[in-house]
Structure formats: structure tokens, C-alpha cells
């Protein structure tokens, strides 16, 4: 049984989804567009964005290569832990 997640854990999920759909409709794309284009299920997307699901890496990067933007663009929200 996985464990569960923490509230800062639930709380980046969100805000990962949150971006993802930010950049998604900013490119005009449906979810099943989107899935299509990075070889994942359109529910995969929608678990996502609604913070529901944390993507492997390997997704998170056929995601940025659909979106066509830097990998570091689906993490970068207001709010987001800055890099030292």
C-alpha cells in the first residue's frame, strides 16, 4: 500500500496540475490532444491536473516535449521553491 502523501506534497501536485493545464490551454489543446501528443491517457492529463496523480519522469518529459517548452517550465508557478 503506497504511503500516504503529505499535505506540501498534495499542495505541489496541485500547483503542478494547475500548470500544466495553464500551459496546455495556452497552446489550444484539449486533454485527449494533449495525451495524444505525449503518448499518455487523456486521464492520465486529467489526474494530473487535478493534482490526483504524480507522473514518473519519463511522462513529465514526453509531457514538456508535446507542450514544446523546457522541462523547467512545468515547474515554475508562483510560489515555487526557488532554486539556490
Known amino acids: 500500500m503506497p504511503d500516504p502523501i503529505t499535505p506540501r506534497l498534495a499542495e505541489l501536485r496541485r500547483q503542478f496540475g494547475l500548470r500544466l ?3 496546455r490551454e495556452g497552446h489550444g489543446l484539449t486533454q485527449e490532444q494533449l495525451g495524444e501528443l505525449a503518448d499518455v491517457d487523456r486521464k492520465t492529463i ?8 504524480s507522473p514518473h519522469l519519463d511522462k513529465v518529459f514526453q509531457i514538456a516535449d508535446a507542450l514544446r517548452v523546457p522541462t523547467r517550465d512545468l515547474f515554475e508557478w508562483s510560489g515555487a521553491p526557488e532554486h539556490r
Open 46 to 53: 486529467n489526474r494530473i491536473e487535478n493534482g490526483m496523480y
Open 21 to 23: 493545464r495553464e500551459l
